[in-house]
């Protein structure tokens, strides 16, 4: 199999790498599709794999160890990278992370990621800010959930999916925006009707299309955009209009 040509990759972390260290992972790059609810990160067993994601939606999600209940604490598009806690040599984790829509990554063995981090800087000071972007993503999630409304909550969701998959249909069910809000799929729906109410998106089986972008970031207020300029500030630009392959690569770290 031919390797990866870094003039096709569309994952932001790769893109910013320097030559020097993108050719060190480059022979373990694999390319893979990764259909919706392919399975990336496995609760509580052994990450074999990271995936640096070209295309789709993850989620991470975290759930309770007694009575099995869930909420998505974080997602991963092309931005990102999943496994990322081998980082910090860490072989497994209790939160699970699969595909919420379908598309396509460049998988690579975490050993060998490993082996890569130990004697380059450069590789390992990059996927340490991009962690350190998710710990604030994280962080702010916390405070949409206790401190934001549901409206504001799905309009920030929306936008965070907005960013991460092409175009502005975007394959979300309500199963889905139930996880990220943490709500019945009822309440989902009631909100859903309010944000077409208004004009912002329109909804349809397994779809929410999104009609006006700039209406759902008044809506989310300041719930949204923190998380998204810590990572432009320390990688790149991720937002939409940036997103285009045949566009320029993002500022490097």
Excluded at 8 to 37: G, I, W, Y
Excluded at 60 to 68: E, L, Q, R
Excluded at 195 to 210: N, S
Aim: charged share 25%; proline share 6%.
């Amino acid at each position: 199999m031919a390797p990866v040509s870094r003039t096709s990759v569309r994952n932001l972390l790769l893109k910013a790498l320097p030559d020097e260290s993108f050719a060190k992972l480059q022979p373990h790059l694999e390319e893979v599709p990764l259909p919706t609810k392919a399975v990336l990160v496995e609760s509580n067993e052994p990450t074999e794999h990271v995936h640096f994601l070209e295309s789709g939606l993850a989620s991470i999600v975290a759930t309770s160890h007694t009575d099995g209940e869930e909420i998505e604490v974080g997602h991963i598009g092309r931005e990102g990278l999943s496994g990322f806690h081998v980082v910090h040599e860490v072989d497994r984790t209790p939160q699970r992370t699969f595909m919420q829509a379908a598309g396509a990554g460049l998988r690579m063995p975490a050993a060998a990621l490993k082996d890569a981090l130990k004697d380059d800087l450069a590789l390992r000071h990059l996927l340490l800010r991009y962690i350190h972007t998710y710990e604030v993503q994280l962080s702010q999630s916390a405070l949409a959930n206790g401190r934001y409304n549901i409206n504001e909550r799905l309009a920030r969701w929306i936008l965070m999916s907005h960013d991460r998959l092409d175009g502005d249909d975007l394959p979300l069910t309500h199963e889905f925006l139930s996880l990220m809000l943490g709500v019945r799929r009822s309440g989902v729906t009631n909100e859903i009707h309010i944000l077409e109410g208004v004009g912002l998106i329109k909804a349809t089986r397994a779809c929410i299309q999104v009609l006006n972008r700039e209406g759902l970031l008044d809506l989310a207020g300041g719930c949204y955009g923190v998380p998204e300029a810590e990572y432009e500030r320390l990688i790149g630009s991720a937002t939409p209009s940036d997103a285009d392959p045949a566009g320029p690569a993002p500022t490097t770290v």
